[in-house]
Antibody
Framework: EVQLLESGGGLVQPGGSLRLSCAAS????????MSWVRQAPEKGLEWVSV????????YYADSVEGRFTISRDSSKNTLYLQMDSLRAEDTAIYYC?????????WGQGTLVTVSS | EIVMTQSPATLSVSPGERATLSCRAS??????LAWYQQQPGQAPRLLMY???SRAAGVPARFSGSGSGTEFTLTISSLQSEDLAVYYC?????????FGQGTKVEI
């Protein structure tokens, strides 16, 4: 059974940093691209970033380019999202998802709140 | 960026009735279109990919159609557990983009 478990969310001040983690199990993590998708409170879904199988390919939404960094550690079956220079508009539930075209499995999400 | 537009915003349907949800892309995305279901308080779940292929475990009452810029998700006989917000998403271009969602009310 595929499982994706996010952690690392919380309350942070504007301009601060957070690192999200996603522990993956139930599939061969190193064989699949992984993505982050976020959802602001009472809003729709927004794709944030993707990383290829080897970690050498990454893409970002314009809204986070230059501030967020996606990475993976296949020895730990873990996906990361380093978030710097956080803004109020980054407040959202962040979902770890499997895939880079469509997203066939989703974690339960971790809430990031950016507020002073 | 490809803009995905869903209609209607809210759809009220009685149990057992047919529900038809629409999704339009601002330019052709071929058949690179997925649908997701998000039940209240839950993470989204993949329903359809390739515009018309059901994901594993998705009931046969869900079907998808379309290509290019016009797509449809049909729920043939609505069940109470189908109360949810439904999102379409294109994966022809970067960035991947979602529609704003259609809320299905029972």
């Amino acid at each position: 059974e595929v499982q994706l478990l996010e952690s690392g969310g919380g309350l942070v001040q504007p301009g601060g940093s957070l690192r999200l983690s996603c522990a993956a199990s139930g599939f061969t993590f190193s064989s699949y691209a992984m993505s982050w998708v976020r959802q602001a409170p009472e809003k729709g879904l927004e794709w944030v970033s993707v990383i290829g199988t080897s970690g050498g390919t990454t893409y970002y939404a314009d809204s986070v380019e230059g501030r967020f960094t996606i990475s993976r550690d296949s020895s730990k079956n873990t996906l990361y999202l380093q978030m710097d220079s956080l803004r109020a508009e980054d407040t959202a539930i962040y979902y770890c998802t499997k895939g880079m075209t469509f997203f066939d499995f989703w974690g339960q999400g971790t809430l990031v709140t950016v507020s002073s | 960026e490809i803009v995905m537009t869903q209609s209607p915003a809210t759809l009220s349907v009685s149990p057992g009735e047919r529900a038809t949800l629409s999704c339009r892309a601002s330019q052709s995305v071929s058949s690179n279109l997925a649908w997701y279901q998000q039940q209240p308080g839950q993470a989204p779940r993949l329903l359809m990919y390739g515009a018309s292929s059901r994901a594993a475990g998705v009931p046969a009452r869900f079907s998808g159609s379309g290509s290019g810029t016009e797509f449809t998700l049909t729920i043939s006989s609505l069940q109470s557990e189908d109360l949810a917000v439904y999102y379409c998403q294109q994966y022809s271009y970067w960035p991947r983009t979602f529609g704003q969602g259609t809320k299905v009310e029972i």
